[in-house]
C-alpha cells in the first residue's frame, strides 16, 4: 500500500488490526498479524517472505508464553525487512508514549529456514526486554547471556538445533574466551560466535535444574536492569551454591554430555593430549583462560597405565581458581562424567593423586576455570606423573578414589561425590 494511503487506511480500518502499532511504517509495502506487522520494499521481499516472517513471530510469541511461561508485550510489534549483504536480524526497542515496545528488523537473506530461526530468536529478544524493560538495559546487563538464552530460546521455538550447534560450535572452539561479553562482542567474529554459543550453557541448566530455571535466571535479574550482572550473583540467588553448580558444568563440557550435543561435529579442544608420562606444561598465551572461561588436559585413556597418578596445579594467584580432575568414560561428545575429583588449593597451588587400574576404559581430564569476570587471561602450570606398578602388586582400581590434598597425604574418598543428573522437562 503505498504511504500517502497509509493514514486514511487507519483511520477506516483500525479496528480490524489487533492493536495499532508504536511506529508508523515507511516501507512501500507491510501486513498485518494479530501481534505484529511487518514492512518491506520491493526490491528486498515479497508478501509471501513477508507473510513467513509474520507466521514464525506469531508461533515463536504463543511458544514462549504458553510453553516456557516467558512474558511477553500486549503491544503490536513492527518488523522491517531491510536489504544487507548477510543473513541476521536485529531486535531493539523504543519509547512508545509510557511503554517500551520492542522493535524488529529481519534482513533480506534471511528467508526460508534462516528467516524462520532469526525470526525467533529475535522474537525471543522481544521476551527478554520484558523482564529487563529496553534494549539497552539488556545489553548493559548482560549482552553474552541475551544472545545465548535467545540461541536457545528459538531453538525450542523452531524444533530445530542445526543453528545451535553452529553457535555451540563457535563457544567450544574457544572455551578459554570469558564467559561475560559486552556489545563489543559484535565486533569480533570469534567472540560473538562465543557469545552466541553460551546457549550451551542453557541447555546445561535445562537438562540439570529444569526448563524454568533458565527463565528464573531473567526474574532475578531483572532486579538489576541496566547494570553489569555477574552471573554468579544469580545463580547465588536462584539458592544454587555456584561452586556446584560450576564444577558440574566444568565436569559436563569435558564430553558435552547435554542435549543437542549429537548435532555437534567436535567437543572441547584439549590444551594438551597427554600420551605419556611425566608431562607437564602451561597453556599458550593466546589461549590462557580469561574469567569463567575454560581450559583442559587431557589424559587418554592408553596413557593411564595401572599405579598412583599424581597431578599439580598452580594457578596465577591473583585469582581464585576451580581446578579438578574429571573421569569420564566414552567419546567427546556425549560420554558420561563418572567422577569429578576437585583439587583443594591454597593460593592457587595443590596436588592430587589417585590409583588408576590401566583398564583402558576411563580417560581423564583435568579442567581449571579462574573465578573472575575479567577479560584478560591467566597463566597456570601443571605436572602428572604415573610411575607404571608392578602386575603382581595390583592396585585397588579408579573406585577408591584420593581426595584431592595439597600437604600430598592420601586419604580415602567415598566414591562419587557427584554424578551428573537430567532434570526431565
Known sequence: MPLSAFGVFVGLFSSAFA????????????????????????????????SEFLTYAEEARSFYIDELDWP?????????????????????????????????????????????????????????????????????SWTWWMEGCASWMATHASDDASDWAVDVSAYLERPWLPLHQTVAAYIDDDRVGHMYGTAVLAQFIEDNYGIDTVRQTWEVGAAYSGETIDFRDIITELGID?????????????????????TLA??????????????????????????????????????????????????????????QLVVVVGPSLQGEVVEILPIELVDGAGEIALEVDGKHTEHMWLIAS???????????????????????????????????????TLLLLAPLWWRRRRVAA
Not at 32 to 46: C, K, N, S
Not at 85 to 108: H, R
Not at 266 to 290: D, I, K, Q, Y
Request: negative net charge.
Open 19 to 50: 492493536q495499532e502499532i508504536c511506529e508508523e511504517p515507511d516501507k512501500s509495502n507491510f501486513l498485518d498479524g494479530e501481534h505484529f506487522w511487518i514492512q518491506w520494499d520491493e526490491d528486498v521481499g515479497t508478501e509471501e517472505s513477508a
Open 72 to 140: 511477553f508485550t500486549d503491544q503490536s510489534i513492527l518488523m522491517t525487512v531491510e536489504s544487507t549483504s548477510f543473513s541476521g536480524g536485529l531486535a531493539q526497542t523504543l519509547a512508545c508514549g509510557d511503554n517500551i515496545v520492542p522493535s524488529i528488523t529481519l534482513y533480506a537473506t534471511a528467508v526460508g529456514k534462516p528467516g524462520l530461526i532469526t525470526t525467533k530468536h529475535e522474537v525471543a529478544h522481544a521476551a527478554q526486554y520484558a523482564y529487563m524493560g529496553d534494549y539497552l538495559s539488556s545489553v548493559n
Open 242 to 262: 555456584w561452586e556446584d553448580f560450576w564444577r558440574q558444568y566444568m565436569a559436563t563440557m569435558t564430553v558435552v554430555d547435554v542435549t543437542h550435543a549429537d
Open 266 to 323: 567436535s567437543g572441547l579442544p584439549a590444551e594438551r593430549e597427554v600420551t605419556s608420562f611425566p608431562a607437564s606444561g602451561n597453556p599458550a598465551e593466546h589461549s590462557r583462560p580469561r574469567g569463567l572461561g575454560l581450559s583442559g588436559v587431557h589424559f587418554g585413556a592408553n596413557a593411564l597405565g595401572k599405579g598412583t597418578l599424581t597431578v599439580t596445579f598452580e594457578g596465577d594467584p591473583a585469582v581464585e581458581w576451580y581446578a
Open 370 to 408: 579462574p573465578q573472575s569476570v575479567e577479560d584478560e587471561g591467566y597463566d597456570y602450570a601443571w605436572s602428572a606423573d604415573l610411575p607404571q606398578k608392578d602386575e603382581e602388586k595390583g592396585g585397588c582400581g579408579c573406585s577408591s578414589t584420593l581426595v584431592p590434598v595439597s600437604s600430598g
